[in-house]
Each structure stands twice: as C-alpha cells, then as structure tokens.
C-alpha cells in the first residue's frame, strides 16, 4: 500500500517493504527522517537511530508528537502513510524547480483525455466482485453470456438508458384489464338446443380471450430477451460463445 509513495521517495526496495518486520521498519524510520524529512538536528537523532533500544518505541512516539503527526505508536501502518506524505511534500519543495515544468502524462496525449471520459475504461475487469456483480445483472435481465465482461456490462448499460428509465417502467407497469363481454349478447354461430349448456358453451368461446392475453405477454418477455442477447452480441464481435448462453 505504501509502493507508490516509496517509489516518489528513491526507496530502495518499495515492493517488497514489510511494515510488520521490527528491523525493517526500524531502520525505514530512519531513513525517511536521514534522508527525507529531517526534522531533527544530526546530533539530535541518536536515539532514533539505536533501533536495538528497548526504549526505542518510546523514542519514535516521541518523534510523531514532534513532527505533529496525528497518528499513534499502536497506528503504524497509519503513521507510516503520513510520514510518507510528509516526506514526500519535503521533497517536491526541496526540488520545486525541477518538478514545476512536469506535465501529467494524460494532458500530454489527447487519447488518454478521451479515454478518461469513458466510464468503464478504468474498470479492473479481472476482479471477482466484478464478475460476480455482471453476471448477476446479466441473468437478472436476461443478457446472453459473453466471454467479455465488459461487453456485458455495455449490454448492461444499453438496456438499462433504453429500456428502464423512468418511463419506460411506468408504462410497463400499467395494468391492463380487459374489455366486459355480456354473454347473453355473444353470438356462438351455432345452436346447443338448451340453454344451461348455450351459457356454458359462451363461456368457453370467451375463455380463450384470457390464454391469448397470456400468450402475448410472453411474446413480449421473449422479445425482450433476444433484444438483450443481440445487443450482447453487437457490443463486440464474439469470437466464442460462452456455455451455458
């Protein structure tokens, strides 16, 4: 967690530091005070350089509350964090002339600029949550599965601006009931010759009115599925359909 900050600082080995190892940390405190932020006079830094005193956890807290670190002894990794900003805001006022003329790589290359505004290129799609929470959206609405989850996640993105906004879903959301039909006015076109089995022979020509309603509506969920798995399909060319699709 601190690679970055140790890197800026010429650190000799910021991937591999261990906060959790006594000596190393020890002699990383005083490193950072030798060579970075100095806040105490050469002669006054004795104690803080005896890393084998039994006293020296009593030396270094005494060092944050010198350099008003807010941070305590039992907060290392915290204090370890603040002393780096510390270090590396010495740094870049000890070297302004050399850092001010220093362009952002992104302002130097248009494309970066443009590739920033993209919400998902930032995206670490290697990661399981963000597999996990993909796939869930995706069978939730019914997205054919792709071998690229962030073709899905486009998929994803399309159907949700275009399909659930605000309006969309309240027009979904209206019931529909259908029109009353008076029996005693239905026209079979044909005669039963009594008049309990006429009743129930109208209600059976009316009863297939339901089931076509029914019918319909599953039209429309099938339809909305294959929209889904088109668009899956069009957001990148698939080079292998993914199983169980």
């Known amino acids: 967690m601190f690679r970055h900050k140790l890197t800026a600082l010429d650190y000799h080995n910021p991937a591999g530091f261990n906060c959790k190892d006594e000596t190393e ?40 509350r010198d350099v008003n670190c807010p941070f305590k002894i039992q907060d290392r990794q915290e204090a370890i964090d603040w002393l780096l900003g510390l270090a590396v805001r010495l740094e870049y006022g000890d070297n302004a002339e050399k850092y001010k003329d220093v362009v952002p790589d992104n302002t130097k290359n248009a494309d970066n600029a443009a590739k920033n505004a993209e919400p998902l290129i930032n995206l670490d799609v290697n990661n399981p949550d963000f597999k996990a929470g993909v796939m869930a959206l995706a069978n939730l609405l019914q997205i054919q599965r792709h071998d690229d989850y962030l073709v899905m996640l486009k998929a994803i993105r399309i159907l949700v601006q275009e399909r659930l906004t605000q309006d969309a879903v309240a027009k979904a959301n209206q019931t529909r009931e259908g029109l009353p039909v008076a029996l005693d006015k239905h026209i079979l076109g044909f005669d039963t010759g009594v008049s309990a089995n006429k009743a129930s022979a109208k209600r059976l020509d009316v009863g297939p009115v339901k089931c076509s309603k029914k019918l319909s509506t599953g039209i429309r969920r099938t339809e909305k599925s294959s929209w889904a798995r088109r668009i899956c399909h069009e957001g990148r060319p698939c080079q292998q359909r993914a199983r169980g699709g």
């Open 25 to 64: 940390f020890r002699n990383f405190i005083v490193w950072l005070e030798d060579q970075k932020i100095r806040h105490y006079k050469i002669e006054d830094r004795g104690n803080l350089r005896n890393i084998h005193s039994s006293d020296w956890p009593k030396f270094f807290e005494k060092y944050l």
